[in-house]
């Protein structure tokens, strides 16, 4: 091990050190969905979406990266100084990850504790709820959206996707670490919860009765939660059983639907507080 100032750098020199087992075959997703979350950590990739994590008051366990990016990222090494920050040959780190790492840098972060459902409703008017969404870019997606588009909360289903999956994180852009969120544990059940908060409930859904989302916007409802389903076979009939209305975006040159994460930018979009 050596110090630099008061940046903790330490050498690799094989891609059998145990020291860095956060970082080993991270192109395993299913691998990396059963450790992170029940090894408390996730892995932020690429210096801005590092900076973004501890910016949102995240805490590392370790830091990943070539020679070449420790300069650049030296004010974030220094605040943590107590953290080791492992270098090595880019040749060697792909070996330890099975990637390339082009974008600068990765991170092992301490997973933040989860939050509350009752009080991040009570603060929010705007509010998307995600149904067994596995794919982690559509779920990135989804967050940067709702981060641009005036979102207070996104909601995931107990089978939906880790918003803190590398690659969900990565397409994200870092806003999954400012759109608060909370995993349910009750689904559909929870849906009245949000009813009971205030919140008018609205499914996106090809059904018969369905309001068009010029429609659903038209009506101004100062709470709404908008709920999205999974790619592919949309929301289950126990969901659409339970919320208050679904919407449809019509659709022109014989096309039906949009990708889930498209069709949650144009949601949010349409129906966002009128201030």
């Known amino acids: 091990m050596s110090n630099v100032g008061a940046v903790n750098l330490q050498y690799l020199a094989s891609a059998d050190d145990p020291r860095v087992l956060d970082y080993t075959g991270l192109t395993d997703t299913a691998l990396r969905r059963r450790r992170e979350p029940a090894e408390g950590m996730y892995i932020a990739e690429s210096s801005k979406v590092l900076r973004r994590a501890v910016d949102a008051g995240h805490r590392p366990r370790s830091f990943f990266l070539a020679e070449k990016w420790v300069a650049e990222l030296a004010d974030i090494l220094e605040r943590f100084p107590e953290v080791p920050a492992y270098v090595g040959e880019p040749a060697l780190l792909e070996a330890i990850t099975g990637f390339h790492l082009h974008r600068g840098a ?32 559509n779920v990135g997606a989804i967050f940067r959206s709702a981060a641009a588009l005036d979102v207070d909360a996104v909601l995931v289903s107990p089978r939906c996707a880790d918003p803190l999956y590398r690659r969900a994180i990565r397409v994200s852009m870092g806003t999954v670490f400012q759109v608060p969120w909370v995993r349910l544990a009750d689904w559909p059940g929870q849906l009245g919860q949000l009813r009971a908060a205030g919140f008018v409930t609205a499914a996106l859904a090809l059904e018969p009765d369905s309001l068009t989302l010029d429609e659903l916007s038209a009506r101004r409802d100062e709470r709404l939660a908008l709920v999205m389903g999974t790619e592919g076979d949309g ?3 126990s969901t659409l059983a339970e919320v208050d209305l679904t919407v449809r975006i019509p659709m022109s040159a014989g096309v039906d639907s949009l990708n889930v994460a498209a069709a949650s930018a144009v949601a949010f979009w349409e129906c966002r507080p009128r201030h």
């Open 106 to 137: 990765l991170a092992a972060m301490e997973r933040p504790a989860p939050l509350a459902l009752e009080p991040l409703l009570a603060r929010a008017r705007r509010v998307a709820v995600l149904e067994d969404i596995v794919d982690h870019t």
């Open 235 to 237: 929301l289950a009939a």
